[in-house]
């Protein structure tokens, strides 16, 4: 058992008036070990201020168009709702102030599958770290790698649009959505790893990072909380993502083909996908 003893709590007095330089230095000072983890300061500021300013460009019927598109009009509140600064009430209540019911409806059922998530998680907690069914892709658990290779913690995989999204988790702790799904898919399929071992590693640097919505919707891109895997391709990534990631096929080759193509080289032991 470690001795804790020596721990001390971390306290900003309010009267010192710190800014950001000066939290970002103390924070430093506190975790002298940190910078061999992660030395990568977040661009997102947090504060009640910059929760309401989010909350005011809030576009409902928008969000609900757009999205999965990379460049899509999302909100960038979860780090808000993760930390009790706003709560998934305020946010709801926002929405159906600016749009009505069947305008704000696509956005709500995401703030639904949070609460959703959050309610089977108290309800079920050993569903956070342990397979809730086996795995649907032809694979025992016993088939995939426990620990992430390095090339993934460190963006370097050589297929480029995974690298992008994961130097921009590391870089500003938050991805897309989308893109989560993306390179978790590449991470259980690609590469056959438990997907418990990306879960943490998106746990360690998502701002809005919580056991339930990351780690249950790990499972559900695994297969083991789904009825079967989720993959992509790269005509996918490209239809979503944009200019501003690399699509090229010379630097994504892996993921280039067709669905059924790509199902047979990531399944080989299921049947075919017609």
Same mark, same amino acid.
């Given at each position: 058992?470690?001795?804790?003893?020596?721990?001390?709590?971390?306290?900003?007095?309010?009267?010192?008036?710190?800014?950001?330089?000066?939290?970002?230095?103390?924070?430093? #000072? $506190?975790?002298?070990?940190?910078?061999?983890?992660?030395?990568? /300061?977040?661009? %997102?500021?947090?504060?009640? !201020? +910059?929760? &309401?300013?989010?909350?005011?460009?809030?576009?409902?019927?928008?969000?609900?168009?757009?999205?999965?598109?990379?460049?899509?009009?999302?909100?960038?509140?979860?780090?808000?709702?993760?930390?009790?600064?706003?709560?998934?009430?305020?946010?709801?209540?926002?929405?159906?102030?600016?749009?009505?019911?069947?305008?704000?409806?696509?956005?709500?059922?995401?703030?639904?599958?949070?609460?959703?998530?959050?309610?089977?998680?108290?309800?079920?907690?050993?569903?956070?770290?342990?397979?809730?069914?086996?795995?649907?892709?032809?694979?025992?658990?016993?088939?995939?790698?426990? #620990? $992430?290779?390095?090339?993934?913690?460190?963006?370097?995989?050589? /297929?480029?649009? %995974?690298?992008?999204?994961? !130097? +921009?988790? &590391?870089?500003?702790?938050?991805?897309?959505?989308?893109?989560?799904?993306?390179?978790?898919?590449?991470?259980?399929?690609?590469?056959?790893?438990?997907?418990?071992?990306?879960?943490?590693?998106?746990?360690?640097?998502?701002?809005?990072?919580?056991?339930?919505?990351?780690?249950?919707?790990?499972?559900?891109?695994?297969?083991?909380?789904?009825?079967?895997?989720?993959?992509?391709?790269?005509?996918?990534?490209?239809?979503?993502?944009?200019?501003?990631?690399?699509?090229?096929?010379?630097?994504?080759?892996?993921?280039?083909?067709?669905?059924?193509?790509?199902?047979?080289? $990531?399944?080989?032991?299921?049947?075919?996908?017609?």
């Amino acid at each position: 058992m470690s001795d804790n003893s020596q721990i001390r709590p971390v306290i900003f007095d309010p009267k010192l008036r710190l800014n950001r330089s000066d939290v970002i230095a103390k924070v430093r #000072d $506190l975790s002298p070990n940190l910078a061999s983890v992660d030395d990568q /300061v977040s661009p %997102i500021v947090g504060s009640k !201020a +910059e929760a &309401l300013k989010q909350l005011g460009r809030l576009n409902p019927a928008t969000y609900g168009r757009t999205r999965n598109h990379l460049d899509g009009a999302v909100t960038g509140l979860s780090p808000f709702v993760r930390h009790g600064v706003i709560s998934t009430a305020d946010i709801r209540d926002q929405a159906l102030g600016l749009n009505t019911p069947k305008e704000a409806e696509k956005f709500i059922q995401q703030l639904a599958w949070r609460e959703y998530w959050q309610k089977l998680y108290r309800e079920n907690p050993n569903y956070i770290w342990n397979d809730v069914e086996p795995y649907k892709t032809g694979f025992d658990a016993e088939h995939y790698a426990d #620990d $992430l290779p390095e090339d993934i913690s460190q963006a370097k995989t050589g /297929v480029a649009c %995974i690298d992008q999204f994961i !130097a +921009e988790l &590391l870089t500003t702790g938050y991805i897309h959505n989308h893109a989560r799904l993306y390179v978790a898919a590449y991470v259980c399929h690609w590469r056959r790893v438990k997907w418990q071992a990306g879960a943490r590693f998106f746990l360690m640097h998502l701002l809005d990072g919580d056991p339930a919505s990351n780690n249950l919707s790990w499972q559900w891109v695994a297969s083991t909380f789904s009825h079967k895997p989720y993959f992509f391709n790269l005509e996918n990534v490209e239809k979503f993502s944009g200019d501003s990631v690399d699509t090229r096929f010379k630097t994504n080759k892996t993921l280039a083909g067709s669905y059924e193509d790509i199902y047979a080289r $990531l399944f080989p032991n299921l049947e075919p996908k017609t």
